[in-house]
């Protein structure tokens, strides 16, 4: 285990949207809005086991101190593009956002992980971090992983998936004995871990299919609710196309040069519940078949190294929702909200490094 994490506070935190969102808008100069009647991000916390605290400093802890750094997902690849709604999606929300038109979105890739400078491994978890902005002010952000279905289903079991991940000093790596412990007691886990074994990694970025693995609630226009998860689907997938390997940056430069290419596009689709569909567990994926509703075309048209002004500095609270959608009884989310903030207030006021992934290194061959 790393001991170069600093001592942090371990009390319960004050994490409330208003001081997330704040710390948003000054460091990025991005219009924070929240969605109508979120609750208080660190709701969640049972004081007396875990807080936003000791949740980040586990990352730390893991994998070492980046400062600067996402504490999970640290490398990763600015975007931005647009989303141009088909108007479907207006059938199950009243967000401004999913009404027909077009809207800008400032989105980011990543790898999963606190390693900013960690070599490209096609098995890591990939991530699509996006901020939907509607004209109006309206926000939506939403941060989605290459995987059919989440290894836990509360943030307790995150946390002791983490424990159970801790390396040993001397071989550096994992002690078997403590995740098949952790397994023992978490068959939930392990059903989750048999999915996503059964559902190998796409190519690279541009053809993954990224889901928002929690569910939450759509109202409409009506005032009708119903559950709802999505999913970016790949407009162009390439099945054939072997996975890449060899230099530490593999995955990000194929992403470069392929949008210097053209854009790169994925349907956003919205997969709506029916009765009885669990929303409370992102481990359990919701029986097939389900209706999707295709409610427009997420494009990428460039991409940047990270810097001050984009995608680097945004929070994409998951959390941070637009009038029309609202968070489940899925306890992940209020946790990831709390996390995530902890993490952000933290790399805010640390020194900044520069990138591993250089967007202009890929361009000019070197």
């Known amino acids: 285990m790393s001991n170069d994490a600093e001592p942090r506070d371990t009390s319960s935190p004050t994490i409330n949207r208003r001081h ?10 991005v219009a924070a809005v929240g969605g109508a009647g979120v609750a208080e991000a660190s709701g969640w916390f049972d004081t007396q086991r875990l807080t936003s605290s000791r949740f980040t400093d ?15 997902h640290a490398k990763g690849l600015a975007a931005t593009g647009t989303f141009a709604s088909s108007g479907a999606g207006a059938e199950v929300s009243k967000a401004a956002i999913l009404g027909r038109g077009t809207v800008p979105v400032v989105a980011r890739f990543s790898m999963s992980g606190s ?20 004209p109006d002010g309206d926000q939506w952000r939403t941060a989605m992983v290459n995987l059919p279905v989440f290894p836990d289903s509360t ?3 995150f946390y002791d998936r983490l424990l159970a991940s801790v390396p040993d000093p001397a071989t550096g790596k994992p002690v078997p004995s403590a995740m098949s412990a952790f397994l023992a007691k978490h068959p939930e886990t392990v059903a989750a871990m048999a999915a996503i074994r059964a559902s190998p990694p796409s190519t690279g970025f541009a053809d993954s299919t990224f889901r928002g693995l929690n569910a939450f609630l759509a109202t409409n226009a009506a005032g009708a609710t ?3 998860r999505w999913a970016a689907v ?3 997938p390439i099945a054939s196309a072997p996975l890449p390997t060899g230099p530490p940056d593999a995955l990000f430069d194929a992403l470069i040069e392929r949008v210097e290419r053209g854009p790169v596009s994925w349907r956003l689709l919205l997969t709506v519940a029916q009765p009885g569909d669990p929303t409370h567990d992102a481990t359990l994926a ?10 427009g075309l997420i494009t990428i048209d460039a991409v940047a190294t990270e810097a001050p002004g984009n995608a680097r500095d945004v929070n994409f609270d998951p959390l941070i929702l637009p009038a029309g959608l609202g968070a489940s009884d899925d306890p992940l989310p209020r946790a990831r909200s709390a996390v995530y903030a902890r993490s952000f207030e933290r790399r805010s006021r640390e020194p900044k490094s520069p990138s591993r992934v250089d967007v202009a290194e890929v361009n000019h061959g070197h």
Do not use: K, M, S
Request: glycine fraction near 12%; proline fraction near 11%; avoid cysteine.
């Open 234 to 236: 790949p407009v162009d």
């Open 286 to 295: 919701w029986p097939a078949p389900r209706r999707t509703i295709d409610a």
């Open 155 to 157: 943030p307790q079991g």
């Open 20 to 29: 997330a969102l704040v710390g948003l808008a000054a460091a990025t100069g």
């Open 58 to 72: 586990r990352f730390e802890q893991l994998y070492g101190r980046h400062d600067g750094f996402r504490r999970n």
């Open 115 to 134: 390693v900013p400078d960690a070599a490209d491994q096609p098995g890591t978890v990939r991530g699509l971090g996006i901020l939907f902005e509607h």
């Open 226 to 228: 119903v559950p709802i």
